[in-house]
Nanobody, 120 residues
Framework: QVQVVESGGGLVQAGGSLRLSCAAS????????MGWYRQAPGKQRELVAT???????NYADSVKGRFTISRDNAKNTVYLQMNSLKPEDTDAYYC??????????????WGQGTQVTVSS
């Protein structure tokens, strides 16, 4: 079983910055892609940014140039640096981990989410 825990959300004024962290632990043989998604009440979860084990990244158009994803493969940890935050970035942010378990099975785990609120 793999646990994913996010931290770093909070309340910030427009134009400010936040850094989210996500750590995965448990029966992980190898971590593949890790990423961040966000979801507002009543809406579908959407991709924010992902990073492969090799370092390739993918960003939503709405966050390009403002958000930066990074990871520490040795710690199975991923970060999201969010700058120039806008009120429309207000959402619950979820971490996603795509891994190969020690039982030689691929798995995907989600964290419980961390709230980001940007005031105008």
């Amino acid at each position: 079983q793999v646990q994913v825990v996010e931290s770093g959300g909070g309340l910030v004024q427009a134009g400010g910055s936040l850094r989210l962290s996500c750590a995965a632990s448990g029966s992980i043989f190898m971590m593949n892609a890790m990423g961040w998604y966000r979801q507002a009440p009543g809406k579908q979860r959407e991709l924010v940014a992902t990073m492969t084990r090799g370092g390739s990244t993918n960003y939503a158009d709405s966050v390009k140039g403002r958000f930066t994803i990074s990871r520490d493969n040795a710690k199975n940890t991923v970060y999201l640096q969010m700058n120039s935050l806008k009120p429309e970035d207000t959402d619950a942010y979820y971490c996603n981990a795509d891994y190969m378990s020690t039982y030689n099975r691929r798995g995907i785990s989600w964290g419980q989410g961390t709230q980001v609120t940007v005031s105008s």
